[in-house]
């Protein structure tokens, strides 16, 4: 290899037994070497006379050998040697004689003394070198004049003389690492160069070396991780930019002032209770499980995010630090949580962004005056009875998290969504929030709500409001297209009239509410698509004939009236002449009898002489729809206990149909259909079915689990439906696995 590379520069044999003899070759026959590097083996004092050899050699790494023979100093001499690495090596004593020399690492060698002749050396590393004694470490120190950094790790020999000595001797000195240096307490030591120092696990390091650290004055990163007798650290160094203070058992007190400090590590300290920190460079700060922590001053104008996750003991003055005039004028991300010593929390800050108190479950009150607020996390703040967000930036708000809360303001000029759900006691509130698009106030059992001074619906003790900007018009609130008030009990039918301020009003809730009369709503809401009424029993049967007798709420689309009470002429004459509703569920409707739209007295034969309003003009799957088309796509009549036959011939121009439900309905016993878009029939559990026709082309999925039907009248029904994939025959007591795996037609088998 030498003889075909003899320009070769650069030799790497690390990783493989060193063999004297090849190395030799190495050195001699590669002129232009400038950098060697050794793995395991024995280099003999030849290997080191022949290096005065290779003229152009600057760098070399030795790791893991045995230096010499027998000799018990070895020599290593060389003009040009810029960088030597001498890492994990056995040799008696070394003598190092290069004029050149500027790195020179002995690191984890078992050398008990070491003799160094390089004027030049500035960066030396001695670290785990257990032999050297204290005298043999300053000896080997006090001979580099031009030394800059100094790596006395693990060196548990090594004292404050020696510092002391070091310190009379380098003026140039920027970085010493002293730490695992038992010994070391800095007393009457002087390090005026000094940038970087090192001191972990120093256990002579106290209150006292802080004396000697404010010597200093040219430090910039400072590291103490577990000095267990450190009990305090006041600095005010002016350069200081980095510091690391981890697993410091002892340490009570932080007091730094540094208008360059960037960084701060400070974990696991867990007698700390006081810190006061001045910097106009930090930006973010991180006091994690500090749980003893109770006094915190800052002055930090750039500062920008705080983590105190975890400080258990932090009290409602925290509020007064991140305030305006609290030191941070610039923060923007906050973050509390598990803070549980925090009762009541009052922000005001013009830069707050973000503001976290995730499982602050003491806090009761809380007022945010933050107009850049963004984003707020409450979860588990489930004691919180009061609070108030005047102004906020907040785009959407969950309090549903906070079944207590009694209390709110809301002034957000932003916020598009709020939700309420589950806020049982809430009795007071005043929301001011122009763009809100969406209010789901479910479950609110005391509520009072206003739109331009209209009562809406109100409690005895209740007081919520809406208001909206006293320059603006009625159409302030016209971005507001979802209002969810289910389980408002105390909801009021005349109030329903102050709808009519939210002109694109699309959904509203109003489930299991007490209603009788739905007038207000279609006099109302002129453009509503959904409209839930869920367990609305108090509604009277003529309750919805305005919506096929007088052409109301002609956009409507989705009607939910599962678990009512209307009277089956009432739910007839709503299946027959709302033919422009496209979803519809009737569940739980114990008077939803057969849906027989093929029937001679059927309803469907009078819809030529029903109101115009109800004829739509839409596009057939094959030809133009004519006049009486019905736009229906989903109908759900889940757990419908009266209904013994469902009958939807090609007359009943269901066109549109592309998903029944009819499970739970155990008394049903016919189904016929002939729908032409259907793709979804879930018949599950009706346990009563004999009879299954269909006409179905497009079914895909068929459900008919726990049925009782013949296994011919299924095989019957779905060879007219060639497209189907799913058919789920679980607990079919009378369909036999064998014969199913035999059906060609279908693609995917749910297994009984």
Not at 255 to 269: A, E, H, M, P
């Amino acid at each position: 290899m030498c003889q075909r590379y003899p320009n070769a520069t650069d030799v790497n044999l690390s990783g493989t037994p060193i063999s004297h003899l090849l190395v030799m070759k190495a050195v001699y026959l590669l002129r232009n070497l400038e950098a060697l590097t050794l793995g395991k083996g024995q280099l003999g004092d030849a290997f080191f006379h022949a290096l005065t050899e290779c003229s152009m050699l600057r760098s070399l790494d030795v790791n893991d050998a045995i230096l010499g023979d027998d000799v018990q100093e070895i020599l290593i001499n060389h003009d040009r040697l810029c960088d030597l690495k001498l890492t994990k090596c056995r040799v008696m004593r070394i003598s190092i004689r290069c004029p050149l020399l500027k790195s020179l690492s002995l690191k984890r060698s078992n050398m008990a003394q070491a003799a160094l002749n390089c004027p030049l050396l500035n960066l030396l590393d001695i670290s785990s070198c257990h032999k050297l004694t204290d005298a043999a470490i300053r000896l080997i120190v006090t001979s580099c004049p031009q030394l800059e950094s100094l790596d006395m790790l693990n060196c548990s020999c090594v004292s404050d003389e020696t510092l002391r000595e070091i310190a009379l001797t380098y003026f140039n000195l920027h970085v010493l690492n002293s730490s695992y240096c038992p010994n070391i307490s800095l007393e009457s030591v002087r390090l005026p160069m000094l940038k970087v120092l090192k001191l972990d696990n120093c256990e002579g390091i106290t209150l006292a070396s802080m004396a000697a650290m404010a010597y200093s004055y040219k430090l910039e990163e400072l590291e103490l991780d577990n000095c267990h007798m450190l009990t305090s650290v006041s600095l005010d160094l002016p350069r200081l930019q980095k510091i690391r203070l981890v697993h410091c058992r002892k340490f009570a007190d932080l007091n730094l002032q540094s208008s360059t400090l960037s960084s701060i590590t400070l974990s696991n300290c867990v007698a700390l209770r006081r810190i006061n920190i001045s910097s106009n460079a930090l930006q973010k700060l991180a006091l994690q499980k500090t749980e003893n922590l109770t006094i915190l001053a800052l002055r930090c104008q750039g500062l920008q995010e705080v983590d105190l996750t975890d400080c258990a003991s932090l009290t409602n003055s925290i509020c007064d630090v991140f305030s305006d005039g609290g030191g941070c004028p610039m923060l923007k991300s906050l973050v509390l949580d598990n803070c549980e010593s925090l009762t009541a929390l009052q922000f005001s800050s013009t830069s707050l962004v973000s503001l976290s108190l995730v499982g602050c479950r003491d806090i009761t009150t809380l007022d945010l005056a933050c107009p850049c607020l963004e984003k707020i996390c409450l979860d588990g703040c489930d004691h919180l009875e009061r609070a108030s967000f005047c102004p906020v930036a907040l785009r959407s708000l969950n309090l549903g998290i906070c079944p207590k809360l009694n209390t709110l303001r809301t002034n957000a000029p932003d916020m598009v969504s709020l939700e309420l759900k589950g806020c049982g006691v809430l009795s007071d509130a005043s929301i001011n929030c122009p763009p809100l698009k969406s209010l789901d106030a479910s479950f609110c059992r005391s509520v009072f709500l206003t739109f331009n001074d209209a009562l809406l619906c109100s409690g005895a003790d209740a007081s919520i409001q809406i208001y909206m900007q006293p320059t603006q018009t009625t159409a302030s609130c016209s971005l507001i297209k979802s209002l969810i008030l289910m389980s408002c009990p105390s909801i009021g039918s005349d109030g329903l009239y102050s709808l009519r301020w939210l002109p694109n009003l699309t959904t509203l809730d109003l489930s299991y509410t007490f209603l009788t009369n739905l007038q207000p709503v279609f006099d109302s809401c002129f453009h509503l698509k959904v409209l839930k009424l869920q367990a609305c029993k108090y509604l009277s049967d003529s309750s919805l004939e305005p919506l096929y007798k007088e052409g109301a709420l002609r956009e409507l689309q989705d009607l939910d009236l599962s678990y009512g009470t209307l009277c089956q002429s009432a739910i007839e004459e709503l299946l027959a002449y709302c033919t422009h509703l496209t979803h519809l569920s009737l569940n739980g409707c114990i008077n939803m009898h057969d849906l027989n739209w093929g029937s001679a007295d059927s309803r469907i034969e009078f819809l030529s002489v029903h109101n115009e309003s109800t004829m739509f003009y839409f596009e057939n799957i094959n030809e133009p729809v004519k006049q009486g088309n019905r736009l229906l796509q989903n109908l759900n009549c889940i757990g419908c206990p009266n209904i013994r036959e469902v009958v939807i011939p090609p007359a009943a121009r269901c066109f549109h149909m592309s998903s029944l439900n009819l499970s739970l309905s155990t008394n049903l016993k016919e189904v016929n259909l002939v729908c032409f878009s259907l793709s979804f029939l879930n018949l599950s559990n009706c346990c009563s079915l004999e009879v299954l026709k269909l006409r179905c082309p497009r079914l895909t999925s068929l459900f008919l689990q726990s049925c009782n039907i013949e296994e011919e009248a299924v095989e019957s029904a779905i060879s007219q439906c060639s497209m189907l994939e799913t058919l789920d025959v679980r607990f079919c007591p009378k369909i036999l696995l064998e014969k199913k795996n035999k059906e060609g037609n279908i693609i995917q088998f749910i297994d009984v």
